[in-house]
């Protein structure tokens, strides 16, 4: 029989040898060992992405004089990722966007989540879609269509959801474009799913400072309107003569001072048009100094604008140090807080009734007639 001694000695060397398998041990962490960048290449278009939350890192593309630059914020390494609390370009489910007391009932089951912002669940919790390694299903790097396609199999419970879901998001380059295609697929159970991307742009180039002179146009005659919280009251609201009026293309530094109480625009759109399930136009945005056009077409009812606002004394690629208004977001995607609004479009997911959100991205530097007056 081995004595208390030896058998200490014993147990502390196996609880050593499985945090050493485990890596935890020498600071060590096998699923950052893991985490890859990838590059797609399409003319003077280029992007990168990483498997760490199926994450775009950087979108390289000419400017009106054929000088190439950046517009995406984010970090230089891939691991960095781990750290963001920004979500930096980042593939946000299972449920984008806010959910009101971080609770929801779904078919008379009621279902508690993580909340991680006061009183309420953003971005799905603390650990969520963009805080996981994803699987690389197909990449082609170059070509005629570029293309990579990251999966994910959510399993039931995650962060307080119900049902196992199979998640994949492909960006695939076209001549001048990026596609970002986010499916899903529930295998057992109702849940909800709101994916988005979380690209925040500056067309100048992501270190040319604030964003206010960069002109927009959002094809949304309504808003959902909010409470002090930052969750929908259920209401919508005509965005003519506010703040929120881009009907006509309006520079964004031109009203953003209205907004004290988000400190910029935070708001989702109710796109024209989207009661169909086709793509449409949603959004427009022109930087007149690199003379870079980005229009947005999409087939989400739903546009979060936003303007970075909590964005503070981030240090990103190359060292630069990212402020508030340094770049907007236009996240395509349901209404927030839809699973606790019957009057929304509905976000429940289904194994009979899967689920496809398309952002298309093009891009050029000739810019449409009702700018030019900028």
């Known amino acids: 029989m081995l004595g208390g001694k030896t058998m200490t000695k014993i147990f502390v060397l196996l609880c050593f040898l499985f945090l050493a398998t485990s890596g935890f041990v020498h600071g060590s962490d096998k699923k950052k060992d893991n985490i890859r960048l990838?590059?797609?290449?399409?003319?003077?278009?280029?992007?990168k992405v990483t498997n760490w939350g199926a994450t775009l890192v950087s979108l390289i593309l000419?400017?009106?004089?054929?000088?190439?630059?950046?517009?995406?914020?984010?970090?230089?390494?891939?691991?960095?990722?781990?750290?963001?609390?920004?979500?930096?370009?980042a593939t946000v489910g299972r449920v984008g966007n806010r959910i009101g007391g971080a609770q929801f009932t779904l078919n008379g089951i009621h279902y508690k989540l993580v909340a991680n912002e006061g009183n309420n669940t953003l971005h799905s919790g603390p650990k969520a879609f963009s805080d996981v390694l994803w699987n690389v299903e197909r990449y082609k790097k170059d070509g005629d269509r570029p293309r990579i396609t990251f999966s994910y199999h959510s399993f039931d419970g995650e962060g307080g959801f119900p049902g196992d879901l199979i998640v994949t998001v492909s960006y695939i380059l076209g001549k001048n474009s990026l596609s970002i295609i986010m499916k899903a697929k529930a295998l057992n159970k109702p849940t909800p799913v709101n994916l988005l991307n979380h690209a925040y742009w500056n067309l100048g180039n992501h270190n040319s400072g604030n964003i206010l002179d960069e002109v927009v146009q959002i094809f949304g005659s309504q808003v959902t309107l909010l409470d002090d919280h930052l969750i929908p009251t259920g209401k919508f609201a005509s965005v003519k003569g506010t703040p929120y009026d881009f009907l006509e293309p309006h520079t964004v530094g031109e009203r953003i001072n209205e907004l004290p109480k988000t400190n910029g625009y935070d708001i989702n759109y109710v796109l024209d048009g989207a009661k169909g399930k086709e793509t449409k136009l949603g959004a427009i945005v022109v930087d007149k100094k690199s003379g870079r056009v980005m229009k947005l077409f999409t087939n989400a009812p739903g546009l979060q604008f936003y303007t970075a606002n909590f964005v503070q004394n981030e240090k990103g690629k190359g060292g630069f140090v990212y402020q508030p208004r340094s770049a907007l977001c236009l996240e395509s995607q349901a209404f927030p807080d839809s699973v606790n609004h019957p009057n929304f479009p509905s976000t429940i997911v289904t194994p009979q009734k899967p689920y496809k959100h398309v952002l298309l991205l093009k891009f050029s530097t000739k810019i449409p007639h009702a700018f030019s007056q900028f």
């Open 62 to 89: 000419p400017d009106k004089n054929g000088v190439l630059g950046d517009i995406v914020l984010g970090y230089d390494s891939p691991q960095s990722y781990t750290n963001d609390s920004t979500y930096f370009g």
């Open 38 to 47: 990838f590059e797609l290449k399409k003319g003077d278009l280029s992007i």
